[in-house]
């Protein structure tokens, strides 16, 4: 059975076993295929059928799930809303918007704003140019800490668990040049930490190449992290010196409205 459908959580006190399996299977479906079926649910979920068909029925008359034609069962529309309301009560969010619209205008490039949620890298916000030209794959972000640019600054901004944590995993290898060796990974930590930046080419997806920069509080410690992702074969080396000034100084000045002061 899934780890996350433990009752007993760290604080010591208990979850409700019914509550928790609904919400696993609302993961279930945002990390699995488009549509699913109660038979391959009940796989991910460790529980039976019949149990699924009762979270499904239920789920379904809140419409956080949805059956489609097919009979599979998806993500449900109340989620959208649910979403858009927790994304703007986040201050960092309503902060970081216009000068996220500044920096994806100077620089004709996707930006992400992410936070750690959990542990995981969650984006909060994405900013497109008017005239898009060069399309993000949608991929999972949360435990890319190794290969993406996002979860570098992550690594190299945040606490001693969290490297810890990453570091006593396997790290996935997605391309070519993913980088595996946790060796290596800490040099690279160490090397971001002294120029206040990262790069990840074709590290989690071949083409894709994104550049990323921490957002810090009054307190010094990291709050968000902000990336600029566009085509290895247009972004190289020799344009990322005037792609990491502008981000730099679009991060600093989100920071500087959180009270961060050098």
């Not at 989620?79 to 986040?90: K, Q, S």
């Not at 002294?194 to 989690?204: D, I, M, R």
């Not at 968000?224 to 085509?231: D, K």
């Not at 190289?236 to 730099?248: A, N």
């Amino acid at each position: 059975m899934n780890s996350k459908l433990n009752t007993k959580v760290n604080s010591g006190k208990y979850l409700v076993a019914s509550v928790d399996r609904a919400i696993e299977l609302l993961f279930i479906l945002e990390s699995g295929p488009l549509e699913m079926g109660v038979t391959e649910i009940s796989k991910a979920l460790g529980v039976q059928k019949s149990t699924v068909h009762n979270l499904l029925q239920t789920l379904l008359a809140r419409n956080f799930v949805r059956k489609t034609d097919t009979g599979r069962y998806t993500l449900g529309f109340r989620l959208m809303p649910l979403g858009l309301a927790c994304t703007e009560r986040l201050d960092i969010r309503r902060i970081a918007s216009p000068i996220l619209n500044e920096l994806v205008n100077e620089v004709k490039e996707v930006a992400l704003l992410a936070v750690l949620s959990a542990g995981q890298i969650t984006i909060i916000e994405k900013v497109e140019p008017v005239r898009q030209v060069f399309m993000v794959p949608r991929f999972d972000y949360c435990n890319t800490f190794h290969s993406t640019g996002l979860g570098k600054i992550f690594l190299a901004y945040g606490s001693d668990d969290l490297i810890n944590n990453v570091m006593s995993l396997t790290l996935q290898q997605y391309t070519q040049s993913t980088i595996t060796d946790k060796t290596v990974l800490s040099q690279e930590i160490i090397n971001i930490r002294a120029q206040g930046y990262s790069v990840a080419c074709n590290e989690t997806i071949e083409g894709v190449t994104c550049i990323s920069a921490p957002i810090l509080n009054a307190n010094g410690k990291i709050e968000a992290a902000v990336s600029v992702s566009s085509s290895s074969a247009w972004l190289g080396k020799e344009e990322y010196g005037p792609m990491v000034r502008v981000l730099k100084e679009k991060v600093k000045l989100i920071s500087e409205q959180l009270g961060y002061r050098g």
